[in-house]
């Protein structure tokens, strides 16, 4: 689902035509008012794709200086906190300039494009292009460096003539035809490729209409250090690390979301409760129902909604410190690690929807997660969170709890556990522990206690998960 650029309106009348109260006759306003040509230049703004989202990244510019847009037509691809989306014109016109490069990032709300109606009106546009705004303390470059290579690209200036100067670095890194063969790639992509050393013949692309994009640079860089890396094991010599030690890195766009929630969580007033649940008859059923292309996840996800239905304080949430909501739907979202981030996709009333839609819908959360399509309602309406280490062999941890909701449970290994019997024996069970991390100023002990009473009683007899 594509998003709709925010467009504000530039008048541009000239002063020599603007109607001035005068003792004219009649005749002659009216002629002048009939001289009267408005250019209309709208500014593109960054748009907010998420409620979390301060600013985007551009991915790509689908169209190009001077092209010809259409009302709902693909005009950019922008990188928010969370996913990659294609992103709309509202009006009919021209796409008269770009403001901000891509693989450069700007504020929600800042304009990234101007937009001409006619085809005459670009050049008027191309003369109103913002000026930068100032550099932050710290930032600030000396005033005598024009070279572009020594301003950074989430910082470089949208000055008509920088922008141009980086477009034609870009196009200089790899020629648009090599061989006779046309390479379809972003200007950013380009010249990424040089800096990295990576040969775009052969590369495919993920931008729109297959267009080489610079995260498909940065895949196939990355695969590249690892076939050294595994070569040189194979070889006999010692794997050195994917990384470049002692080099500082960037967060990126994701990176810097996950780092802004985790500090607003410090805010809240947290507590946590662990519990012991024997998994044998639900690792039985997992192995029953498998095929059928259930996964344990969903399992889970199903069991936890269940219980939350007997404990909707457990589902509720607190968001201005006053008064808390008890959520009307159970959102069971689920911590996903993806390259450079991590993202909770939602499986939305988990409670009502039988296990294996349950299961076939996640699987295509994760894979929309994994290419970056989630789109926002599909990410940040959950109620209660999961988040499981236990494929790593990871027994218990704590999790940190997501902003605006009220607990998040972290879920460990089934591993076997030597317990004692109900007739007084010690057998063996297969037994995995869960931590409940939750806001105490909704939630409390008891209440934790409870709910985690009956999600161990629904695990340990899952006859009603498969309902």
């Known amino acids: ?111 990234i494009a101007l937009l001409a109606e006619s085809e005459d009106e670009i050049s008027i546009a191309q003369s109103q292009v913002p000026s930068p705004a100032p550099a932050a303390a710290g930032e600030s470059k000396p005033a005598s460096s024009p070279a572009v290579e020594d301003v950074s690209p989430v910082n470089i200036s949208s000055s008509a003539a920088v922008i141009e100067a980086v477009a034609k670095l870009g196009s200089a890194a790899h020629p648009a035809s090599e061989g006779g063969k046309r390479v379809v790639a972003s200007p950013y992509a380009k010249k990424l490729a040089k800096d990295l050393g990576v040969d775009l013949r052969g590369l495919s692309g993920s931008g729109p209409s297959g267009r080489i994009v610079a995260k498909d640079v940065e895949a196939a860089a990355a695969a590249a250090v690892s076939a050294a890396v595994s070569g040189g094991a194979a070889a006999g010599k010692p794997s050195a690390p994917g990384v470049e030690l002692g080099k500082t890195v960037a967060f990126t766009t994701m990176q810097n979301a996950v780092s802004r929630n985790m500090v ?47 404990h909707p304080v457990v589902n509720a949430s607190c968001r201005d410190g006053k008064s808390f909501t008890y959520n009307s739907s159970i959102n069971i979202a689920v911590a996903v690690a993806i390259d450079g981030g991590l993202i909770t996709p939602v499986l939305q009333d988990a409670d009502k929807i039988d296990i294996y839609s349950l299961s076939r819908k996640w699987k295509e959360l994760v894979d929309k997660a994994r290419a970056k399509q989630l789109q926002p309602q599909e990410y940040n309406t959950g109620t209660f969170t999961l988040s499981n280490l236990g494929m790593f062999g990871t027994d218990r941890f704590d999790a940190i709890l997501p ?46 206690a409870s709910f985690l009473q009956t999600l161990a009683k629904i695990i340990e007899d899952p006859k009603d998960l498969t309902f």
Request: glycine share 8%; no cysteine; proline share 5%.
């Open 264 to 310: 607003e969580s410090l805010a809240v007033p947290t507590f946590r409760v662990g519990y012991s649940i024997t998994t044998d008859a639900l690792d039985a059923l997992y192995k029953k129902i498998k095929s059928k292309g259930v996964t344990m996840t969903a399992l889970l996800a199903k069991a936890t909604a269940l219980a939350l239905v007997q």
């Open 1 to 111: 689902m594509s998003r709709l650029l925010q467009t504000t309106f530039i008048p541009t009348t000239p002063a020599s035509l603007r109607r001035h109260s005068t003792g004219a006759p009649p005749l002659t306003r009216i002629r002048t008012r009939t001289r009267v040509v408005e250019s209309k230049i709208r500014e593109i703004f960054m748009p907010a794709l998420s409620s979390t989202m301060t600013e985007g990244k551009i991915v790509s510019w689908v169209k190009s200086e001077g092209d010809k847009l259409a009302k709902g037509e693909s005009v950019v691809v922008v990188e928010s906190d969370k996913a990659d989306m294609d992103v709309e014109s509202f009006y009919d016109g021209f796409l008269a300039t770009i403001i901000v490069p891509e693989g450069s990032s700007a504020p929600v709300g800042s304009p």
């Open 403 to 448: 902003p605006g909701t009220g607990a998040i449970m972290g879920v460990g290994a089934s591993i076997p556990t030597v317990v004692a019997t109900e007739d007084g024996r010690i057998g063996k069970k297969n037994q995995m522990q869960v931590n409940v991390t939750a806001d105490h100023r909704i939630i409390y002990g008891a209440d934790l």
